[in-house]
């Protein structure tokens, strides 16, 4: 047992975890009864609305009490969690980001069918690369994640990011026009499995 309000407490975190898509500690069995312990839990996760948004969804105290892996990203998902900022209708940068962008989808889903790096790129990998997060969080990301081209004099420049903002820097080169191919996707496997963040 915990003392003082650490069962307040408890709450507090969980439900912050909850709502940052973290792993909540498996502990309760249910928050049902008048025990003081469950009072306080349910006082805690009630200031951070939690309590109420299980009342209004009760599938998210399943979250709380049975332990399970964080549902995979599927690549539909993955592609739609990002705004991809594109240059204006009609440029010549537009057309060459365009290409580079469809290539990057083309790697996407090859990571996500698991044949990038032995397998070890992942949607997951790829979206705490640019995030610092495995999954998306119960309410969305605050700032939303975004595709950003940056322009390159080599042909084959590493993807870099910035997870404080969410956004992953692609990178293009006006003179290349084919980006569906294996030097291009050995640098983004390169970026993709440094633990930096997107620092290299």
């Known amino acids: 047992m915990l003392l003082g309000n650490g069962y307040y407490a408890l709450g507090v975190i969980m439900g912050l975890s909850l709502m940052q898509a973290g792993p909540t500690p498996c502990l309760i069995n249910s928050l049902e009864g008048d025990e003081p312990h469950l009072v306080q839990l349910r ?3 009630k200031s951070t609305g939690v309590l ?3 009342n209004k969804v009760p ?3 399943k979250h709380m009490t049975e332990i399970s892996a964080p549902p995979a990203l599927n690549i539909t998902r993955f592609v739609a969690l990002f705004e991809v900022k594109f240059s204006p209708e009609g440029s010549s940068k537009s057309r060459t980001q365009r290409k580079a962008y ?3 989808v083309k790697y996407l889903r090859e990571a996500w069918g698991g044949r990038r790096a032995d397998g070890k790129v992942t949607l997951e990998k790829i979206l705490k690369f640019t995030t610092g997060a495995y ?3 119960f309410l969305g990301f605050s700032l939303k994640p975004s595709i950003v081209f940056v322009e390159a004099d080599d042909l084959f420049p590493l993807v870099k990011s910035s997870t404080c903002a969410n ?6 080169n006006m003179n290349k026009n084919y980006y569906a191919d294996e030097k291009t996707y050995e640098k983004y496997d390169i970026s993709f499995l440094n633990e ?3 620092n290299m």
Not at 167 to 172: A, R
Request: aromatic share 20%.
């Open 43 to 45: 006082q805690g996760l």
């Open 52 to 54: 109420q948004l299980m």
């Open 59 to 61: 599938h998210v105290l």
């Open 102 to 104: 469809s290539g990057f």
């Open 135 to 137: 999954t998306e969080p």
């Open 167 to 172: 956004i992953l820097f692609l990178p293009y």
């Open 196 to 198: 930096y963040f997107g």
